[in-house]
Nanobody
Framework: ELQLVASRGGSVQAGGSLRLSCAASGYAVTVINYRMGWFRRALGKDRVGVAGINSSGGSTAYTDSVKGRFTISRDKAKNTLYLEMNNLKPEDTAMYYC???????????????????WGQGTQVTVSS
C-alpha cells in the first residue's frame, strides 16, 4: 500500500512560481522502488502527463509545453515528490495530481494507466 498526499496548490499571476509537493507513506515506501509522475486536468479537458521521474530520480521527462519551466524532483529520504513550476502561464491552470507506480514492467511516464496510486488533486490557477 502507498498513500500519496499532495500539498495545496495556489493562485498566482502569469510569470509567477509555485512548488507542489507530494508526500508518500505506507509500507511500500520502505521496500519498493517506485516511479512517479505529475498529471494535470484542465477544466473540460483530459488528464495529461506533465512530468515523470524514475525510481532513483536520475531520469526525468516532461511534456513539451512545460519544458524549461517545470522541474520534477524527488527526495527519497523524505519520500517526497516535487514539481517546481516557474514562469507560469494561464494555460497551466488545472487540477494537478501526483501518481506512483509500484510494479515492474514497461513504463510510459505520461500514460495515466501506468500508475497504480494517486494523490488527491490540488488546484493551480494562473491569472493573466
Amino acid at each position: 500500500e502507498l498513500q500519496l498526499v499532495a500539498s495545496r496548490g495556489g493562485s498566482v499571476q502569469a510569470g509567477g512560481s509555485l512548488r507542489l509537493s507530494c508526500a508518500a507513506s505506507g509500507y511500500a515506501v520502505t521496500v519498493i522502488n517506485y516511479r512517479m509522475g505529475w498529471f494535470r486536468r484542465a477544466l473540460g479537458k483530459d488528464r495529461v502527463g506533465v512530468a515523470g521521474i524514475n525510481s532513483s530520480g536520475g531520469s526525468t521527462a516532461y511534456t513539451d509545453s512545460v519544458k524549461g519551466r517545470f522541474t520534477i524532483s524527488r527526495d527519497k529520504a523524505k519520500n517526497t515528490l516535487y514539481l517546481e513550476m516557474n514562469n507560469l502561464k494561464p494555460e497551466d491552470t488545472a487540477m494537478y495530481y501526483c501518481a506512483a507506480r509500484t510494479y515492474r514492467g514497461s513504463w510510459s511516464w505520461n500514460r495515466w494507466h501506468d500508475y497504480n496510486y494517486w494523490g488527491q488533486g490540488t488546484q493551480v490557477t494562473v491569472s493573466s
